[in-house]
């Protein structure tokens, strides 16, 4: 290849000026036709920046209330959640969407600038048995290993209490049909979290959060699945356990102190028979186990996890399980994922005087190579001053330490211009990190689950191709993206 190339030069050199062998065009790059803009007919007042972050660019691109061109019937419905963003050959993008009150999955296609045309819907409350479908995790050859393939688990409403794997790719007129990964088992499963496939060269591991809300005992426990790279049918699932023999209830343990954890093999996957092999095997129990991700970057970073207990106040439950909410790393075995690890509070919500004293239900995480951001669902109780406020979503510095909040749901703007009002907490969730996807640095896709905000004409903003629209849920979300927040 030098050879021919230098023969070119040598030729471009003799014929002089009358011929340029240069071609600027070739050298340019191709521009990135994503322009960001705010695309919803709803106003851009719900995110209100804290300060520090004033930088920040924010875009309301859809809402419940939006009408998409390529198809005008589609309603963006009730409590989105979880989601994944893949960029399609044509240059379109298509964005799965849990619908976590109508118990389905979306699927929303927008064109090269990032513009939402179309939506319908590819998993609906028939094939999910009218479960919701909360927390999701979109598998993809770049950071898995195989895929494309979107996860969800059935939490609450129905029965099918299980982990469920979709075609992104599938057609709407599947979407009464679900593909059910039986042997991750059967949880109030808020989500199903494959990490990095640099984390084990030769195994998949997928994490489970079980956010069940037992208000006597802690029972929400961390299962994970172990199988050969790429296999999620055939491998073992596992429990996480306490290696201290001290550590009973999650609140026996200290912020920032580092404890040993193992994990035990089960059997069992029905959701009530492994709720009881867990506690006999002496699974841990967290007061509503929510939301994972793991840390990006080299293979050490992603044997890092972290997650979101969301806490739940109950009497009984004082001196076992978190109130306001925790954070936790779980590091895992360099060598084997069902080795010794150790697990670590890094943010406690009930230390009244600590960094995440204003921890109000921390929810939802995302992590990136440097920051964990964490989203709130406020369960209703701001019991201190530090803790009355809206939904905030917070950053912390993995290097460093230090909590920052980001942004807070502006319900006192959004109830002044008609949306909503301020006794229903806005839940902020779904935030995924986009930027390698749309060619555009330190950016986000997030949401919010407007509680409280329905159509003004009595109606529902529930799609029929989702769930019976009798009896939803009736409220509005909103999906924005975020634009400047490092990663």
């Given at each position: 290849?030098?050879?021919?190339?230098?023969?070119?030069?040598?030729?471009?050199?003799?014929?002089?000026?009358?011929?340029?062998?240069?071609n600027d065009d070739d050298n340019k790059a191709t521009p990135n036709p994503v322009e960001l803009a705010n695309h919803s007919t709803s106003p851009n007042i719900m995110l209100k920046k804290a300060s520090g972050f004033s930088n920040l660019n924010i875009y309301n691109i859809l809402s419940s209330e939006d009408v998409l061109e390529d198809s005008p019937a589609f309603v963006y419905g009730s409590m989105a959640d979880g989601a994944g963003l893949l960029k399609n050959d044509d240059g379109t993008f298509s964005l799965?969407?849990?619908?976590?009150?109508?118990?389905?999955?979306?699927?929303?296609?927008?064109?090269?600038?990032?513009?939402?045309?179309?939506?319908?819907?590819?998993?609906?409350?028939?094939?999910?048995?009218?479960?919701?479908?909360?927390?999701?995790?979109?598998?993809?050859?770049?950071?898995?290993?195989?895929?494309?393939?979107?996860?969800?688990?059935?939490?609450?409403?129905?029965?099918?209490?299980?982990?469920?794997?979709?075609?992104?790719?599938?057609?709407?007129?599947?979407?009464?049909?679900?593909?059910?990964?039986?042997?991750?088992?059967?949880?109030?499963?808020?989500?199903?979290?494959?990490?990095?496939?640099?984390?084990?060269?030769?195994?998949?591991?997928?994490?489970?959060?079980?956010?069940?809300?037992?208000?006597?005992?802690?029972?929400?426990?961390?299962?994970?699945?172990?199988?050969?790279?790429?296999?999620?049918?055939?491998?073992?699932?596992?429990?996480?356990?306490?290696?201290?023999?001290?550590?009973?209830?999650?609140?026996?343990?200290?912020?920032?102190?580092?404890?040993?954890?193992?994990?035990?093999?089960?059997?069992?996957?029905?959701?009530?028979?492994?709720?009881?092999?867990?506690?006999?095997?002496?699974?841990?129990?967290?007061?509503?186990?929510?939301?994972?991700?793991?840390?990006?970057?080299?293979?050490?970073?992603?044997?890092?996890?972290?997650?979101?207990?969301?806490?739940?106040?109950?009497?009984?439950?004082?001196?076992?399980?978190?109130?306001?909410?925790?954070?936790?790393?779980?590091?895992?075995?360099?060598?084997?994922?069902?080795?010794?690890?150790?697990?670590?509070?890094?943010?406690?919500?009930?230390?009244?005087?600590?960094?995440?004293?204003?921890?109000?239900?921390?929810?939802?995480?995302?992590?990136?190579?440097?920051?964990?951001?964490?989203?709130?669902?406020?369960?209703?109780?701001?019991?201190?001053?530090?803790?009355?406020?809206?939904?905030?979503?917070?950053?912390?510095?993995?290097?460093?330490?230090?909590?920052?909040?980001?942004?807070?749901?502006?319900?006192?703007?959004?109830?002044?211009?008609?949306?909503?009002?301020?006794?229903?907490?806005?839940?902020?969730?779904?935030?995924?990190?986009?930027?390698?996807?749309?060619?555009?640095?330190?950016?986000?896709?997030?949401?919010?689950?407007?509680?409280?905000?329905?159509?003004?004409?009595?109606?529902?903003?529930?799609?029929?191709?989702?769930?019976?629209?009798?009896?939803?849920?009736?409220?509005?979300?909103?999906?924005?993206?975020?634009?400047?927040?490092?990663?």
């Amino acid at each position: 290849m030098k050879k021919n190339y230098l023969a070119v030069i040598g030729m471009c050199a003799a014929l002089g000026t009358l011929v340029s062998c240069n071609n600027d065009d070739d050298n340019k790059a191709t521009p990135n036709p994503v322009e960001l803009a705010n695309h919803s007919t709803s106003p851009n007042i719900m995110l209100k920046k804290a300060s520090g972050f004033s930088n920040l660019n924010i875009y309301n691109i859809l809402s419940s209330e939006d009408v998409l061109e390529d198809s005008p019937a589609f309603v963006y419905g009730s409590m989105a959640d979880g989601a994944g963003l893949l960029k399609n050959d044509d240059g379109t993008f298509s964005l799965i969407n849990n619908i976590e009150a109508d118990y389905a999955v979306a699927r929303i296609t927008f064109d090269e600038t990032f513009k939402p045309v179309k939506g319908e819907y590819i998993l609906n409350s028939a094939a999910t048995a009218g479960t919701a479908q909360c927390s999701g995790t979109l598998i993809t050859p770049q950071e898995h290993g195989f895929g494309p393939l979107y996860l969800s688990g059935g939490e609450w409403g129905g029965s099918s209490k299980a982990v469920f794997a979709t075609d992104p790719f599938r057609s709407a007129a599947d979407a009464s049909t679900a593909n059910i990964l039986t042997k991750l088992g059967q949880w109030t499963c808020e989500n199903a979290v494959p990490i990095g496939k640099d984390a084990y060269s030769d195994k998949t591991v997928v994490f489970i959060g079980d956010d069940q809300g037992d208000n006597t005992t802690p029972s929400g426990q961390l299962g994970m699945y172990v199988g050969n790279s790429g296999d999620l049918y055939g491998g073992q699932l596992y429990g996480l356990k306490m290696s201290d023999a001290s550590i009973n209830f999650e609140m026996d343990m200290t912020e920032g102190q580092s404890y040993p954890v193992e994990f035990v093999s089960l059997e069992e996957t029905e959701v009530d028979l492994l709720d009881a092999e867990c506690k006999n095997k002496g699974v841990m129990g967290f007061s509503r186990l929510e939301d994972i991700d793991w840390r990006r970057g080299s293979a050490a970073n992603q044997r890092e996890i972290y997650f979101c207990v969301t806490g739940r106040k109950k009497p009984d439950l004082v001196g076992k399980g978190t109130i306001y909410g925790r954070v936790y790393k779980l590091v895992l075995n360099e060598n084997d994922p069902t080795g010794a690890g150790t697990l670590t509070c890094i943010l406690d919500g009930d230390k009244l005087d600590g960094i995440a004293k204003a921890f109000h239900s921390p929810d939802n995480i995302t992590v990136t190579e440097n920051y964990v951001y964490i989203q709130e669902d406020p369960n209703g109780y701001a019991d201190t001053p530090d803790k009355t406020h809206y939904a905030r979503l917070y950053q912390y510095n993995i290097s460093t330490g230090a909590l920052k909040t980001v942004l807070e749901c502006d319900q006192d703007a959004a109830t002044a211009a008609g949306y909503g009002n301020t006794d229903k907490m806005w839940e902020i969730t779904g935030m995924i990190d986009i930027s390698d996807i749309i060619g555009k640095d330190n950016t986000f896709a997030i949401i919010t689950q407007n509680h409280g905000w329905e159509p003004a004409d009595g109606s529902a903003f529930t799609d029929p191709n989702a769930t019976t629209v009798e009896g939803s849920r009736k409220e509005g979300s909103m999906l924005y993206v975020i634009e400047g927040l490092e990663r």
